[in-house]
C-alpha cells in the first residue's frame, strides 16, 4: 500500500485567500483524522471522521476551517481566508480499529502551509 | 480526559550510550499508549504500543517503553544510541475513543 497520500506537500499563500489540503487514506480504513502541528501548541487534533461521518470537531479552531470527507478515499481541510497565524505543518492519519482503543494510526507526510 | 507530559523537549545522548525518554499520563480510564517517532520532514512512524498484557513492550529500532501503572509512566528506552535515532519522539494516550492526546515531543540528538 502507498500509505497515506497528502497533497500538496508545501503551500504558500497570502493572507485572504482560500486554502485547501488534500488527503487520501489508507485503503480499508474507516477512521480519517486531522492534525495540525505548531512549534507553540504542538500536535493538535481538529477533526476526526468514521465512514465518511465526521465524529468530533471540536478542535476546528474557528469557522474558517471546515473539513469533508465525500468519500472513503478522500478528505479536505479547508482554511477561507487564510490567515498568518494558520501557518503549520498540517497531518492526515487514518487507522482501522479492531476494537475499542488500541489503534495504530497512520499518518501522512504533511503539508507545511506558510500564509504570508 | 486525557493528558501527556513529556519531561525534557531536548535530550542529547552520545552515541552508543542510554537512551531514555520520559514520559508521564493521565486517564480516567484504563489507557492505551503509544510512542511515535518524526524524523525531519517527515509524518510520524509508530515505534511501539502498549494496549493490555505485558508491562513491557518492544518496538522496533531496538526501542522499547515499560507501563508502570503505579507511576503513571511509559518511559522510552535503548540501550545504546545509533546517530540514526536522532529524531523527535512523541508520547501519545488513547482511551476508549479513537482520539490520540500527544505530549509536546522529545528532540533527540545524537553525540558522534
Known amino acids: 500500500d502507498a500509505g497515506v497520500i497528502q497533497s500538496p506537500r508545501h503551500e504558500v499563500t497570502e493572507m485572504g485567500q482560500e486554502v485547501t489540503l488534500r488527503c487520501k487514506p489508507i485503503s480499508g480504513h474507516d477512521y480519517l483524522f486531522w492534525y495540525r502541528q505548531t512549534m507553540m501548541r504542538g500536535l493538535e487534533l481538529l477533526i476526526y471522521?468514521?465512514?465518511?461521518?465526521?465524529?468530533?470537531d471540536s478542535g476546528m479552531p474557528e469557522d474558517r476551517f471546515s473539513a469533508k470527507m465525500p468519500n472513503a478515499s478522500f478528505s479536505t481541510l479547508k482554511i477561507q481566508p487564510s490567515e498568518p497565524r494558520d501557518s503549520a505543518v498540517y497531518f492526515c492519519?487514518?487507522?482501522?480499529?479492531?476494537?475499542?482503543?488500541?489503534?495504530?494510526?497512520?499518518f501522512g507526510p504533511g503539508t507545511r502551509l506558510t500564509v504570508l | 480526559a486525557q493528558s501527556v507530559t513529556q519531561l525534557g523537549s531536548h535530550v542529547s545522548v552520545s552515541e552508543g550510550a542510554l537512551v531514555l525518554l520520559r514520559c508521564n499520563y493521565s486517564?480516567?480510564?484504563?489507557?492505551?499508549l503509544f510512542w511515535y517517532v518524526q524524523y525531519p520532514n517527515q509524518g510520524l512512524q509508530l515505534l511501539l504500543k502498549y494496549t493490555t498484557g505485558a508491562t513491557l513492550v518492544k518496538g522496533i529500532n531496538g526501542f522499547e517503553a515499560e507501563f508502570k501503572k503505579s507511576e503513571t509512566s511509559f518511559h522510552l528506552t535503548k540501550p545504546s544510541a545509533h546517530m540514526s535515532d536522532a529524531a523527535e519522539y512523541f508520547c501519545?494516550?488513547?482511551?476508549?475513543?479513537?482520539?490520540?492526546?500527544f505530549g509536546k515531543g522529545t528532540k533527540l540528538s545524537v553525540i558522534p
Open positions: 501519545a494516550v488513547s482511551g476508549l475513543s479513537y482520539q490520540l492526546t
Open positions: 492519519a487514518s487507522s482501522h480499529p479492531a476494537g475499542p482503543g488500541g489503534d495504530t494510526q497512520y
Open positions: 471522521f468514521n465512514n465518511n461521518v465526521p465524529i468530533d
Open positions: 486517564s480516567s480510564v484504563p489507557p492505551y
